[in-house]
């Protein structure tokens, strides 16, 4: 029997500390990310905000926002503009990010968050961003082109989203406390 998003809400009301995603019909029972991949998409998403909230350019949610497109999902971190969302949902959002974030946690599979981008891409998002803790690098996903690849070393923009908003890669990482 394949389930409903009716479905999906009425599991997420009955066990609120689970996060729960809709995929071709199915429940996914997502498990926590991990301590570090948590903290990258948080400074992810805290970047993004202090870009975005006092020039009202949009909202920036993270994992708990769903978006009810194909499927239902939450991405780590994602934006959508003010003029395409000017006041947020109660429940799922029913357009997809203009911007979406996965970051990868030890039990990813690079090939599945990869995936997961594109499903969102090919509903209309912009851009996804894989973001890998482990070798520290960012992968940049356009639909139908060639992902760019940056490092420590080198500058995140989405100029055509968020003109102006620029964030050296090596900010992302977990700091080390001495």
Known sequence: MLLTVKDLESLQAQHPDYRLELVDG???????????????????????????????????????????LANTRAPDVS????????????????????????????TDSLDELRSRIHEFLAQGTVVGLLVNPEDRTIEIHRLNQT????????????????????????????PVFE
């Open 79 to 106: 934006f959508i503009r003010a003029e395409r969302l000017p006041r947020a949902p109660r429940g799922y959002a029913t357009i997809p990010p203009d911007l979406m974030v996965e970051v990868k946690s030890p």
């Open 26 to 68: 199915k429940v996914i029972v997502m498990s926590p990310s991990g301590y570090e991949s948590d903290e990258v998409a948080f400074r992810v998403g805290g970047k993004l905000w202090n870009w975005v909230e006092p020039r009202q350019l949009g909202r920036v949610t993270g994992s708990s926002a769903g978006f009810s």
């Open 147 to 174: 992902p760019e690849q940056l490092q420590d070393g080198d500058i995140l923009k989405v100029a055509d989203l968020l003109p102006g908003w620029e964030v050296p890669v090596s900010e992302l990482w977990s």
